[in-house]
């Protein structure tokens, strides 16, 4: 009986030391965010600035794959895989409002882009609505593919001046998880610099 219990003491012993051993090796979580990137010829620079334009970013409404903490890519078509490892450092959906904020101020020229929501008292020019349907990519793919759908709303939002679609796509420079992100704040660049002209063209018309 006493050999027995020895037996069993050293089994546990055993399986704690493997367990701990296996907590060891646990790689760190790491933490991504998007940027502000617009392509440097779209610069405000390029066009007349527009400093007294006030427009307002959001809502912002994501896919309900992409509302959440974890990075997400596609084994193939219709199979998601999440990393549980490689996260976003903060709502994907607020990081999204933040960066086409940055960049609208500076296609525009204004320093006046306020981020949804606001103030009651602030009164934006322009609102700009956004439905992110895709923002993702192939494991081990070359480039990331973006599907939106904005509108411009007029002041107060109390009607919508157009409504437009972006399909786009964006090479994925290098390696790993932050070439692919990098690749994501690109390619909302480019869907901003369509939102500015579209934003230039309505405001032109009110002259």
Known sequence: MKNRRIV?????????????AGCGTTPPTRFYQLTPQIPPQEGAGQQQRLPGLKVGVGPVRLADYLGRPQIVTREKENVLRLDE???WGGTLETNITWVMAENLSSLLGT???????????????YQIAIDVR?????????????????QILDTEGRSVLSISR????????????AALVAAQSRVLGRMSVDIAAAIRSHHGQKQ
């Open 134 to 150: 895709r923002l993702d990519t192939m494991m081990g793919g070359a480039q990331v593919d973006l599907v939106a759908l904005w």
């Open 8 to 20: 069993i003491w050293l089994l546990v012993v055993a399986m704690t030391v493997l367990l701990t």
């Open 111 to 125: 320093d006046s882009v306020i981020s949804f929501p606001w103030e009651r008292a602030i009164v934006p020019d």
């Open 85 to 87: 490892f490689d996260r």
């Open 166 to 177: 972006s399909e786009l796509s964006e090479p994925i420079d290098g390696a790993g998880v």
